[in-house]
């Protein structure tokens, strides 16, 4: 789950295209993009002594190319993503070095060490990733790849197929294997991947932030020492503030520690989190908001946990991201106005009401909210992709995609402002930047289910029956509750003609609107239901049942009369039973309405 799934208020069930990428023309003969870091990241040229560091702002007029040769290093709690020349993404964990290479027919990755993740969409065979004396070569598939300090190799493959062998033996792994290659040893399969494969690529999950810092009692040489970390942390830069906090510094009391877990927290590294706050435990402030830190973490990662009734404004607002992982939308809004009401002037508490206030259809309260959240914290990236989303929803695509640039410029890894803007350049017919930057998105949330849809519905649209009903598939796997697949499934039935399977995938998706685990509103599903009613429509139409027919689209206007699509199939349906001789005037006014 991503806390931040009720940004889909506006995405509704819209359709995505994909074309192949392209690299821009600066950099035809690059092997990779680097389209995102977080703190200190080397770039080693080929042939070079010293290390070429990336600008701070990564954006379109200022991208960084790498070439054949060229190694990429991420320091102490740092993260790095690199885009190949085929549109594949790797995500390189901290403390990773990864040098590019390239064969006559394929792309070549070799981990030196660490952690790298890999998602890959294209023709089998066109990239290899190697380390260790060990070779994965990859067969559209998605997995991560870990070369160990011991001379090892780990691959834990989430989806497709990957070749992986060494001098002494080799297997062909498929999706959940996992497997190792010890030094001096032939690969073999070592478990399964239970559970989604959480563990695997936490660092990849979106955490929100929920201390409020003047709740957290430091002391004044501590706070004097961490000031403008401190700043840039009441700013929103969660990243800057993490920078900011002095190298090798060890906490010196309790809340320091509470501090340094939240602020590790802002890059996924969720076991360094945990070992700062450990041993912290009792009803002062420091105890309770480190409650409260390992509360959103059990939520982001669906496991359930229970808490003391909230008293602090960090314990409302990681109340919220509990109560939406549970499903209950309506008290996560209130939990995250209890927020905004104990610390008023908190820029994280606004703009969490902003997001839900927007999954209600209430954009005029979310626009408020919104506005107050980037008053108190300007550097706040999620506040500014939502008010993208907002301005989108506006059709003011243009300041839109601004607002997503912005927010890309503050955090290039927000996962949601890559997906705004692709969504904002497929409005505006820029196919093919729009596929650059919905594939990123796609590729930074693995574990996000609609975005899964998204992808398959994109395969779809280009002609690939079968990788959009993998993706489809996939999306089902980790969202059982979520009607988006069964709505894409049934479209893409429905261009095969295979009515009966189109109206199975659509009555499923029907039945599961009040269920979804995306939390949306009453007003949003039952404006999905019209979505779905309307399409469900055409094809008992197909089938041949009309009467069927009519009344769906009759329910799909009863749900969201505004919906055209609905009013337009039910109109021309009265059309088909009008008397020519007007005679029987019966459908007269309900087909001219």
């Not at 890059?267 to 700062?276: D, I, L, Q």
């Not at 509990?322 to 996560?332: E, F, H, I, K, S």
Request: charged share 25%; with cysteine; hydrophobic share 45%.
């Amino acid at each position: 789950m991503k806390t931040h799934h009720i940004l889909q208020a506006w995405l509704g069930v819209g359709l995505l295209l994909l074309l192949p990428f392209r690299l821009c023309a600066e950099g035809p003969e690059a092997e990779a993009e680097l389209l995102s870091f977080r703190g200190a990241v080397r770039i080693i040229r080929a042939g070079a002594t010293t290390p070429d560091v990336p600008p701070p702002n990564l954006s379109e007029s200022n991208r960084f190319y790498l070439h054949a040769g060229d190694r990429v290093q991420t320091g102490e709690r740092a993260r790095a993503r690199l885009k190949l020349r085929d549109g594949s993404i790797a995500n390189l964990d901290e403390l990773t070095e990864l040098r590019l290479g390239r064969r006559p027919e394929r792309g070549v990755l070799e981990v030196l060490r660490g952690v790298m993740s890999f998602f890959h969409r294209d023709e089998p065979g066109r990239v290899e990733v190697t380390g260790n004396g060990v070779s994965a070569l990859v067969r559209g598939t998605e997995f991560t790849f870990a070369a160990r300090a011991d001379g090892g190799v780990e691959l834990t493959l989430f989806d497709g197929e990957v070749g992986f062998t060494n001098a002494l033996g080799g297997l062909t792994l498929r999706s959940g294997d996992i497997a190792e290659a010890r030094l001096g040893e032939a690969p073999r399969r070592t478990a399964v991947l239970a559970g989604g494969g959480v563990g695997a690529v936490q660092w990849l999950l979106y955490y929100p932030a929920i201390l409020a810092l003047p709740e957290l009692p430091l002391e004044p040489r501590v706070s004097t020492l961490l000031t403008e970390s401190l700043r840039l942390y009441e700013a929103g830069d969660l990243l800057g503030a993490l920078a900011r906090y002095p190298a090798g510094r060890q906490p010196a009391s309790r809340e320091e520690r509470v501090l340094l877990a939240a602020l590790v927290l802002a890059v996924g590294n969720v076991t360094e989190a945990e070992r700062w706050m450990e041993g912290v435990q009792g009803d002062d402030p420091a105890a309770r908001i480190a409650s409260a830190l390992r509360q959103v973490v059990a939520a982001t990662q669906l496991r359930p946990t229970a808490v003391a009734e909230p008293r602090l404004a960090s314990e409302w607002l990681a109340a919220s991201y509990a109560r939406q992982a549970a499903g209950d939308l309506p008290g996560a809004l209130m939990a995250a106005k209890d927020a905004s009401i104990v610390s008023p002037d908190w820029g994280f508490a606004w703009a969490r009401v902003a997001e839900l206030e927007f999954s209600f259809g209430r954009t005029g309260a979310a626009r408020a909210a919104v506005e107050r959240a980037r008053q108190l914290s300007p550097r706040n990236a999620q506040a500014v992709a939502l008010n993208g989303f907002l301005l989108a929803a506006a059709s003011r695509t243009a300041a839109a995609e601004a607002a997503f640039n912005e927010a890309l410029e503050l955090d290039s890894g927000l996962g949601n402002a890559w997906l705004g803007r692709g969504l904002v350049r497929l409005r505006q017919g820029r196919l093919d930047e729009a596929r650059a930057d919905l594939t990123v998105a796609a590729a930074t949330e693995p574990n996000r289910a609609a975005l899964r849809s998204y992808l398959g519905k994109a395969f779809a649209t280009t002609a690939d029956p079968t990788r959009a009903r993998h993706e489809l598939d996939l999306a089902r796997q980790l969202d059982p509750l979520d009607p988006t697949p069964g709505l894409y499934s049934a479209l893409l039935h429905q261009q095969d003609n295979s009515i009966n399977a189109a109206v199975a995938d659509l009555e499923q998706s029907v039945a599961l609107k009040d269920e979804r685990r995306l939390y949306r509103s009453r007003f949003l599903l039952d404006q999905d239901r019209a979505v779905r009613g309307a399409n469900l429509a055409t094809v008992y139409a197909d089938a041949g049942f009309t009467e069927l027919a009519n009344r769906e689209a009759t329910r799909a206007v009863n749900a969201d009369y505004a919906n055209a699509a609905a009013h337009l199939f039910l109109a021309n349906s009265y059309d088909t039973l009008r008397d020519p001789r007007q005679v029987n005037l019966r459908y007269e006014t309900p087909w001219f309405g």
